[in-house]
């Protein structure tokens, strides 16, 4: 039974590989029973947590102190970077379970064992973002953990600096905008009831934004430079038949489509805040957390940028943070009490200190982000 549950949550891209070399066969053998016996732990731990779900606050301590219960928050992309870091530093806590939710199973499993992660802090779960009948079924499972759902943290994304040709999603969405936005918007938008429904005192929706989106600073002006334009392309289903790839009808950029994308998870945070705030009591935030120079978002870039980007940031602009800092940094914003204002996009100055930053005049356009809220859940099958 347990095993059975267990293997919904198998990456598709395991059965899909299943049918390949000898070789491969036999080194997922492994690996799938590795998999197998880490998800059927983890189920046991849902099972302890379920029990101690509810109410939020545990009066019966011995000592007749109330104990806030664990939170439980989903991060997408925590096999890697930002959403690891940030994974590792919120289960370190002791207060945090974190639902991995992750395209590659395996990889998330090796990755939350190298960072030293208990065991029982966290649980993998697969999601291909490139897939909106993945993240329906992401949903679906995640419902099944019978787990409270109190923080969603939309990190995953894609970068395709080098890319000469735009690539798809399994719904035909241009990759770096189907995966980023209209994936983590599906996502977003089903769990906000599951998040609405959690008795934990302080439930928030954050979307990791980022100073490349907002052309009121430096970075910001680095072409190819964000533009949403009237959002033609996208209205017209970013799928190059028919429509063009980019959100504002323009010829494909790799580069300029993520700083487009990461526009609109800015602008969806917003629109979210004032569609829901009032009635759900959900936070809503985006953030900056700093330049990460060393992770895996550059890899399509060539190695001579790879080379020296992190130098760069860490001597010339200054704006360089590690990966462990930047996990710090948006773990406060999942869980620091001080940091529940909501419809905010938050960023830290040189003392790690966090403050309320300005967005840009695009990505805090009223507007564009109630176009971009009914063009995105026309495209997500919502409406
Ligand atoms: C586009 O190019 C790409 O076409 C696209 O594919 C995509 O990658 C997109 O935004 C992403 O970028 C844009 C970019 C390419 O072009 C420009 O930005 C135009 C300006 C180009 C200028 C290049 C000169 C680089 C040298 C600058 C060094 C100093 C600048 C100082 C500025 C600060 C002033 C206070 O640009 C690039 O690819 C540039 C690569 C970025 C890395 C720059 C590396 C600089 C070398 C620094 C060495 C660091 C060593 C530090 C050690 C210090 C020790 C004390
Ligand atoms: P990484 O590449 O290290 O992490 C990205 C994560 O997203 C990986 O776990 C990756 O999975 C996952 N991912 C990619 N595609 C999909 C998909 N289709 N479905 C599910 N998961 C997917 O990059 P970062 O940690 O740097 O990026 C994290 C966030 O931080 C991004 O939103 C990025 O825009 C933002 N950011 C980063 C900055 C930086 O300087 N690095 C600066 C500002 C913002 P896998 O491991 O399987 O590849
Ligand atoms: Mg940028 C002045 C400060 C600053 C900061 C904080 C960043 C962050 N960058 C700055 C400046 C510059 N960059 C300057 C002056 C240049 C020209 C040399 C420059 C170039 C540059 C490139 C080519 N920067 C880049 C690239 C990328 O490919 C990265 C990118 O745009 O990804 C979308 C990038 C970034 N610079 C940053 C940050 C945070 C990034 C990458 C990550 C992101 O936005 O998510």
Same mark, same amino acid.
């Given at each position: 039974?347990?095993?059975?549950?267990?293997?919904?949550?198998?990456?598709?891209?395991?059965?899909?590989?299943?049918?390949?070399?000898?070789?491969?066969?036999?080194?997922?053998?492994?690996?799938?029973?590795?998999?197998?016996?880490? #998800?059927?732990?983890?189920?046991?731990?849902?099972?302890?947590?379920?029990?101690?779900?509810?109410?939020?606050?545990?009066?019966?301590?011995?000592?007749?102190?109330?104990?806030?219960?664990?939170?439980?928050?989903?991060?997408?992309?925590?096999?890697?970077?930002?959403?690891?870091?940030?994974?590792?530093?919120?289960?370190?806590?002791?207060?945090?379970?974190?639902?991995?939710?992750?395209?590659?199973?395996?990889?998330?499993?090796?990755?939350?064992?190298?960072?030293?992660?208990?065991?029982?802090?966290?649980?993998?779960?697969? &999601?291909?973002?490139?897939? %909106?009948?993945?993240?329906?079924?992401?949903?679906?499972?995640?419902?099944? &953990?019978?787990?409270?759902?109190?923080?969603?943290?939309?990190?995953?994304?894609?970068?395709?600096?080098?890319?000469?040709?735009?690539?798809?999603?399994?719904?035909?969405?241009?990759?770096?905008?189907?995966?980023?936005?209209?994936?983590?918007?599906?996502?977003?938008?089903?769990?906000?009831?599951?998040?609405?429904?959690?008795?934990?005192?302080?439930?928030?929706?954050?979307?990791?934004?980022?100073?490349?989106?907002?052309?009121?600073?430096?970075?910001?002006?680095?072409?190819?430079?964000?533009? %949403?334009?009237?959002?033609?392309?996208?209205?017209?289903?970013?799928?190059?038949?028919?429509?063009?790839?980019?959100?504002?009808?323009?010829?494909?950029?790799?580069?300029?489509?993520?700083?487009?994308?990461?526009?609109?998870?800015?602008?969806?945070?917003?629109?979210?805040?004032?569609?829901?705030?009032?009635?759900?009591?959900?936070?809503?935030?985006?953030?900056?957390?700093?330049?990460?120079?060393?992770?895996?978002?550059?890899?399509?870039?060539?190695?001579?940028?790879?080379? &020296?980007?992190?130098?760069?940031?860490?001597?010339?602009?200054?704006?360089?943070?590690?990966? #462990?800092?930047?996990?710090?940094?948006?773990?406060?914003?999942?869980?620091?009490?001080?940091?529940?204002?909501?419809?905010?996009?938050?960023?830290?100055?040189?003392?790690?200190?966090?403050?309320?930053?300005?967005?840009? #005049? #695009?990505?805090?356009?009223?507007?564009?982000?109630?176009?971009?809220?009914?063009?995105?859940?026309?495209?997500?099958?919502?409406?």
């Amino acid at each position: 039974m347990a095993l059975q549950a267990a293997t919904s949550f198998l990456p598709s891209a395991l059965s899909a590989r299943k049918e390949g070399s000898v070789k491969d066969s036999a080194f997922l053998g492994v690996r799938l029973a590795d998999g197998l016996k880490l #998800e059927t732990s983890a189920l046991g731990q849902r099972a302890k947590t379920a029990a101690v779900s509810s109410p939020s606050v545990t009066p019966a301590s011995p000592s007749g102190k109330k104990t806030l219960r664990k939170g439980t928050a989903v991060i997408t992309g925590a096999s890697s970077g930002l959403g690891l870091a940030t994974a590792k530093a919120l289960a370190e806590t002791g207060k945090w379970h974190v639902i991995m939710a992750c395209r590659d199973f395996l990889k998330a499993s090796r990755a939350a064992t190298a960072a030293g992660m208990d065991k029982g802090s966290y649980t993998i779960v697969h &999601l291909d973002l490139a897939s %909106l009948d993945s993240v329906r079924q992401f949903v679906k499972n995640v419902r099944q &953990l019978e787990m409270p759902i109190d923080v969603v943290v939309c990190n995953a994304a894609v970068y395709q600096p080098t890319a000469k040709e735009p690539s798809y999603t399994a719904d035909g969405f241009e990759m770096s905008v189907g995966v980023n936005h209209l994936g983590h918007f599906l996502l977003a938008r089903e769990l906000l009831s599951d998040l609405q429904s959690s008795d934990y005192p302080s439930k928030r929706l954050i979307i990791v934004g980022s100073i490349t989106g907002n052309t009121n600073t430096l970075a910001g002006n680095v072409p190819p430079k964000a533009n %949403l334009g009237d959002l033609r392309g996208l209205a017209g289903g970013l799928n190059g038949v028919g429509s063009s790839v980019m959100i504002d009808g323009g010829e494909f950029d790799g580069a300029k489509a993520y700083k487009d994308s990461k526009v609109c998870n800015m602008l969806t945070m917003q629109e979210f805040h004032r569609r829901y705030h009032e009635e759900t009591g959900v936070t809503f935030a985006s953030l900056y957390p700093g330049c990460i120079a060393t992770t895996g978002l550059f890899r399509e870039h060539i190695p001579l940028f790879r080379l &020296l980007f992190p130098p760069f940031q860490k001597y010339i602009t200054k704006g360089y943070v590690s990966e #462990e800092e930047a996990g710090k940094r948006l773990a406060q914003v999942v869980s620091d009490p001080s940091l529940t204002k909501s419809g905010v996009y938050w960023s830290w100055n040189k003392n790690s200190a966090s403050f309320e930053n300005q967005l840009s #005049e #695009e990505a805090s356009d009223a507007d564009k982000a109630k176009k971009l809220w009914e063009i995105s859940e026309k495209l997500v099958g919502l409406a």
